[in-house]
DNA sequence: CCAAAAGTGTTTGCTCTACACCCATGG
DNA sequence: CCATGGGTGTAGAGCAAACACTTTTGG
């Protein structure tokens, strides 16, 4: 039982204290695989082997802040979605002694992940296509599994597949998101229409003009039009 | 940065740690109202608020392992199902300094409820309509409707519904579990033919013999029947 | 025999699925 | 003119919603 122990005239709970730490698992599509954010580790334990970006969280910083903290000194990643995954807390999770983690599930399109995996940290940083995960250090190969989990579950009732594009984005692009996700094929057509009918993307005058064919109408992501639908329930039926 | 000491030849990391608790939103169904357990603070902070139940984390102890702990010894409540919730980590969430609480979600038949809210603690512990909370302890308001959230969701692709019956029941008990969570009426008719398609509940012999009316066939959630549809991904169309 | 909960089917509209061909462009 | 991805419609099946009366029991 906590005991209450008066020091410099302060309330301190006398109590055992774990180390906290916040991992990320920052996927993004490179068409047409689904990518998760790796760092070589740079001490023990686990020297030099693979693992999610992640570190000690500060004592007056909350647990998002510490997230994105990490992510933009140890891989120069800013401004993406986040949300918050699951707490990993087993008490031999690492050698070091009683850690307990706090996972976040990131989101970037493809334009930004040059930000991260650019010149001097090549070797240090890579995005991992999640069908080829080596062996990595503590749990994380767990916490990609719970965070694949998730994605593939929130694709289909939110937008978070939207994080995953450019602002705006043909929907071949779109549906090869949701392809990389959930890893099979989707009717084009039924893919299509689905998503129009949704009526949460609004055409813009601009199309694709990156390959030797026919240009593809580019749309963009109407949170506008998508708030109509949030109390009635979505349901992306895919 | 984190730095490494050597002490009592043992690496340690030399980081400043927060506190770490378990709280567990524990709710149950006496119809027709849908209730959380709530525990009378004994001391500060919060003195004599009302509180989720929970508590510090040992350090050789799994997450789960405490959240279970802390509920038996607090409510005498043991066997019940739970699953991790969300983790809260305001700075500022607890007066006494840095403490981070893992939240779980419990789940427990009426039957079991007599086991907390008995005897001597019968003033120390309620069962609160989820409707009529008061003013609670540290950042238990929101704890609770972010379980209530996670609970209305469960209950559409998961068999969470049936933790909250004893084992033996009546339909019209499952629907009256669905209502009170879900907060509004559903069409017995309707209920009735989508549970039973489901095939994933046994009829038993008995019948429910309580009140002066025709008595309800009873039936029994069968895990077997349900594990055929888990990969084929369920949905609880309500 | 009355009150109260248990139990039961059908129709209608919508949504999902499967499926194949023409179009526009750059090279 | 050819290769490549962009773009389009329909028919059939299965599911969800709305809706009201009969049955069984205890008192």
Redesign the interface.
């Known amino acids: 039982m ?1 005991k209450m122990l008066r020091r410099a005239g302060k ?3 006398d ?6 730490t916040v991992d990320v698992v920052v996927f993004t599509v490179r068409e047409p695989t689904l990518r998760v954010l790796l760092i070589r580790r740079g001490k023990p334990p686990f020297h030099r082997r693979w693992a999610l970006p992640g ?9 998002e802040d510490a997230a994105r903290r990490e992510l933009a000194e140890e891989a120069g990643l800013t401004d993406l979605w986040l949300e ?1 995954l ?2 990993f ?3 031999r999770r690492d050698p ?3 850690v ?1 983690t ?1 996972a976040y599930l990131g989101l970037v399109p493809p334009e930004r992940i040059a930000d991260a995996a650019a010149g001097d940290d090549a070797d240090r940083l890579k995005w991992c296509p999640v069908r080829k995960l080596t062996a990595m250090a503590f749990d994380h190969h767990q916490i990609v599994h719970c965070a694949l989990k998730r994605l593939r579950t929130k694709l289909e009732y939110t937008t978070a597949g939207f994080e995953l594009l450019p602002r705006r984005f043909a929907l071949s692009q779109l549906q090869a998101v949701y392809e990389a996700i959930l890893a099979r094929k989707l009717d084009k057509r039924n893919f299509r229409r689905k998503m129009l009918a949704l009526n949460i993307l609004d055409p813009t005058p601009a199309t694709r003009r990156d390959g030797a064919h026919r240009p593809a109408r580019l749309y963009r992501f109407s949170a506008r039009k998508f708030e109509n639908l949030r109390d009635r329930g979505i349901l992306f039926p895919f």
Chains 1, 2 share one sequence.
């Open positions: 906590a309330h301190v709970y109590h055992p204290r774990p180390l906290v570190g000690f969280v500060n004592m007056d910083e909350p647990l918050q699951y707490t807390g087993s008490p070091r002694g009683r307990i706090v």
